[in-house]
């Protein structure tokens, strides 16, 4: 059973900094593409970034960039996203995902139950 576990939401001010780990089990993620997906109230899910797991390909969301990093550990099976200079349009509940294709898209095939990340001003 495939399983994507979130942590590290929390409530912050602007400015600041959040890191989020999404733990990956189940099944071997070798030619994934993982990455982050986020959905604030009343809107669409949206793309943040993705990682291809065996290339280290990068792939970020514009208004990211800059501030986001997605990053992967092997050997733990573990992606994470570093969160910098917060800001308070970034509020959202947080979603990893994974795809065995190497494409990330909405409809990827593995999810999280989020976590929640507020940001306030």
């Known amino acids: 059973q495939v399983q994507l576990v979130e942590s590290g939401g929390g409530l912050v001010q602007a400015g600041d900094s959040l890191r989020l780990s999404c733990a990956a089990s189940g099944r071997t993620f070798e030619g994934d593409a993982m990455g982050w997906f986020r959905q604030a109230p009343g809107k669409e899910r949206e793309f943040v970034a993705r990682?291809?797991?065996?290339?280290?390909?990068?792939l970020y969301l514009d208004s990211v960039k800059g501030r986001f990093t997605v990053s992967r550990d092997n050997a733990k099976n573990t992606l994470y996203l570093q969160m910098n200079s917060l800001k308070p349009e970034d509020t959202a509940v947080y979603y990893c995902a994974a795809d065995p294709s190497g494409v990330l898209t909405i409809r990827a095939r593995y999810w999280g139950q989020g976590t929640q990340v507020t940001v306030s001003s």
């Open positions: 990682i291809r797991w065996s290339t280290g390909s990068i």
